[in-house]
């Protein structure tokens, strides 16, 4: 479960502040997949960070009664001095996870050769995609924070996230970002729609796609 309560978030524009989410009150239900809809700049990337605890709201509070991975996709958290092995090894120690273990999932599962040991900061955006999606999915989360990753690499590769996020779906939940109609029915049961600050529920996945489609036209 993942509580929203009287959640809000701002950001100034052009000298203007924009609300992004407006007083969000909501408690999304344990277990369940859920895609995060809306348009372009609604604020979507901006509430996984918010839940993920890697920005702050203006006001209100997120809750959980699980733990939560750190959105999958965003390397903010990750230390760019730090090689991809040696951050792995920290998150190891922060999430109280055999060490050899993860290490040895995630150099197997990103694919990263030689790079595996050399600084994040040298890294592209893909490969660092695959380095924390590989952590994430090596790491058992109540609920995972998942924003595009699936689209990440050549088709080989996207098979293989899609089968790991797959077998994580069986014993855990996801709120998940992704412009892929098609990716978030293979995924996804349930959905919300963020529009205009507002934040929409349904236990239907078809009835948010129905409501975002028609706030897209």
């Known amino acids: 479960m993942i509580r929203f309560e009287h959640l809000t978030k701002s950001f100034r524009v052009r000298g203007e502040r924009k609300i992004v989410l407006d007083a969000i009150d909501m408690t999304l239900p344990s ?6 809809l809306g348009r372009n700049g609604a604020g979507k990337s901006t ?16 809750s959980s009664n699980g733990s939560i991975s750190w959105p999958v996709g965003f390397g903010g958290s990750f230390h760019g ?9 920290f998150l190891a120690r922060i999430y109280g996870v055999d060490t050899e273990g993860l290490l040895a999932f995630v150099e197997d599962f990103a694919e990263l050769g030689k790079h595996f040991h050399m ?12 380095l924390t999606f590989g952590a994430s999915m090596g790491i058992p989360f109540d609920t995972y924070l998942v924003d595009e990753v699936t689209a990440v690499g050549d088709a080989a590769f996207k098979r293989k996230s899609q089968a790991v996020f797959r077998e994580r779906m069986k014993s855990a939940g996801a709120l998940m970002v992704s412009h892929a109609m098609a990716e978030l029915r293979q995924f996804c049961e349930a959905g919300a729609v963020l529009v205009e600050g507002k934040l929409y529920y349904f236990d239907d996945l078809e009835e948010a796609i129905a409501l975002h489609l028609e706030v897209m036209q």
């Open 31 to 36: 277990g369940k997949s859920v895609a995060l």
């Open 119 to 130: 600084p994040v900061r040298s890294y592209s955006a893909g490969m660092r995609s695959r």
């Open 47 to 62: 509430l996984l960070q918010i839940v993920a605890g890697t920005m702050r709201a203006d006001s209100g509070r997120v």
């Open 81 to 89: 001095e730090l090689t991809g092995a040696q951050n792995v090894r």
